[in-house]
Structures are given as C-alpha cells and as structure tokens.
C-alpha cells in the first residue's frame, strides 16, 4: 500500500466488538479510543481515514502483513498474546488501570511509526493522553461487585414501571433516556417517595426551588420529577461557557445539578491559581474537593461545598449508563418539541 497524502486517506483497521470485561464507556458511543486514537493520527498528519473493521486481532494481523492498512490502532496486550507483533513495528501507549493500546504499522512503514511516536510523546506532554484516561476509564472502578448486583437487580424490578416517562424525557430534551434513568438512580435508586435530610425529594431529588423553576407541582410525582430533572440539566448544560466541550460539557452540568452553579463557578474561579484548567474535568475533579476547606470556601459568596461527592456523582452516573448502554436499546424517538412539554407531563 503507498504512503498516504493529503487527498489520501489512511486505511486503518479496527476490531469491530473489542472484548472488555468491564462496562464501556459511555464516549464509546460517540466513537471508542481506537477510533478517537486514529483520528488525533490522522488530525495531526492532515489527511482522512477510512476504517476498516476487523473481526479478530489475527485477521487485523495478516491485513497488516498484506500491506492492505496503513496502521492499526488496538488494545496491545489481546493484539501482542495473539499476533507476533515486532516492537519495532508498534508505537505503545499506556492508560490507567495497566491498559494498554498501541498503533501497530507494517514493516514498510517506518516513518510513519516514526511519526505516531513524536504525535504520543506531544499528546504526553501537552495533557492529550491524561484527558483521554479519563474520558475512557475515570470512572471506572468506583463501584464493587455489590453495588453492580444491587443496580441490576433494581433494572429488573423497578425502571420497567418508569422507562416511558425515561423515553419522554429523552424525547423533550434529547438526551439519552439511559443518562437520565442512571441521574435518577445515582439520585434516588428509582424511589419516586424518597427523600433526604436536606430537603430534596422524588425521582430526581429536586430541590423546593428547582421545583418551582421548572413548573413542578408534586415533587413525589415520578413523571414530573423525570421531566423537570431532565429539562434542569439540559438547562445547566446551555449556562456553561461555550470553552467546556463534550463529553466534559456534560460532567460539568452533573456536578452543578448536585452542587448547584454557583459553587461550581465558584470552583472553576480557583482552578488557575491551582495551575488547573477550569474548563477540563479531569482537572476540575481534583479541584472541586477542595471546596469543603475553609482556606478555599472562606473566599467564595456560594460558601462551603461538598465538591468530593459531586465528583463521586458524576463518576457513578458514568457507571450506571455505562451498564444500561448495554443493557437497554438506543432510543431514536420523534422529537415532542416544546409546544408538547406540557401535554407530556
């Protein structure tokens, strides 16, 4: 296969159903890291790629061997226990939790290989590599073997009764009904009646006066807790600044749903001071605990804040849609547009 060029694209292969043991992740919907790990290639190259799925790592092998890839991207142990893979030949990366992935190129390709290498020893320095370790498997881990099993127990007995007004909420909003159930089990395990000792209640733990802002009459009724809880995030995902891009986008409205906006502004106002970009989760998820130190809450109007558990919130959402992307189907509804929002209440 010839060099690419600019009007070239690079062929590269990708395992079609990568095998994982653990939940993925819920950017795997908008692309896996072998994929976002071929784009940033090609980005930084100035050319196109064209996947190529592949069905197993001795297939994506000999294809390399055949010179019909450019490169490969896959998790380098399953590709190295498979395939006699030259070290020569593979540009290795290593995330959190021992994982590792590499971009793997033919025997023929060495200055391309060359090139992946100065691209990963760059995205090292300037954050790429820690930003994408997070996106993929932060969250990973925060629960045990009896946290899974009592969530899937409740998945059988309880979200069956609550999946329409889930379906709805999506419908109004756009947002996945599988996030919006995982909020509303982080928040109250599905038990439309609970309630905590600071005063939020229902489904989606509205506080009195998140309630009154979104037009809620019964915060004990299911429907209308799931509907309101779902315009309100959509709502603190349209008040960040523009600077905060997806996913993080969307961890950031999680946190301001459990802290309110005010001390997640509050906590972005450090994050400089502290060499920490306001506008990066995985940053800001080493800032946000601080805000229940009186050196740091003493200076902010919002006061003090549990920053640590909105953390261990959005963390634990990541995991329960991670487990219902799997177990429950995309819903692609027509939208009901706002003239609806009432009727569907």
């Known amino acids: 296969m010839p060099p690419p060029g600019t009007d070239q694209p ?15 992740p819920l950017v795997e919907e908008m692309g896996s890291l072998s994929q976002e790990l071929a784009g940033l290639f090609a980005e930084r190259l100035g050319v196109e790629i064209r996947p190529v799925a592949v069905p197993d790592h001795r297939t994506l092998h000999d294809l390399l061997g055949a010179g019909r890839l450019h490169f490969a991207v896959t998790d380098e142990p399953q590709f190295g226990s498979a395939t006699p893979v030259e070290p020569q030949h593979a540009v290795r990366i290593e995330f959190s939790g021992q994982r590792h992935y590499a971009l793997v190129f033919p025997a023929a390709a060495a200055g391309l290989r060359r090139q992946a290498a100065d691209f990963i020893a760059a995205w090292r320095a300037d954050g790429t590599l820690r930003r994408l370790d997070d996106r993929y498997f932060g969250h990973i881990g925060r629960l045990d073997s009896d946290d899974f099993a009592a969530f899937l127990g409740h998945v059988r007995s309880r979200l069956p009764k609550y999946r329409k007004d889930f379906l709805d909420a999506q419908a109004i909003t756009g947002l996945d009904w599988r996030l919006l159930a995982a909020v509303a089990y982080q928040e109250s395990k599905w038990d ?17 006066e998140t309630a009154d802002r979104m037009g809620v009459t019964n915060r004990l009724d299911a429907r209308q807790s799931i509907l309101a809880g779902a315009e309100y995030l959509t709502l603190l995902m349209e008040e960040l600044p523009a600077e905060i891009q997806a996913p993080d986008r969307l961890w950031f409205a999680l946190a301001a749903y459990n802290l309110g906006m005010g001390h997640l502004r509050g906590a972005r106002s450090f994050a400089p001071g502290l060499k920490r970009d306001p506008n990066s989760w995985v940053d800001m998820r080493e800032v946000l605990p601080l805000m229940a130190r009186p050196e740091y809450y003493a ?17 634990n959402i990541r995991n329960y849609h991670d487990i219902l992307a799997r177990l429950e189907p995309v819903h692609t ?4 547009g706002a003239a609806t929002k009432a009727a569907a209440r």
């Open 10 to 24: 690079l062929v590269v292969g990708l395992l079609a159903d990568p095998p994982t043991q653990e939940p993925a």
């Open 299 to 315: 200076r902010l109007k919002s006061g003090r804040a549990r920053g640590g558990e909105a953390v261990i919130l959005v963390e």
């Open 333 to 336: 509804p027509p939208s009901l």
């Open 192 to 208: 439309p009646l609970a309630t905590s000792p600071t005063g939020v209640r229902g489904m989606m733990m509205l506080t009195e």
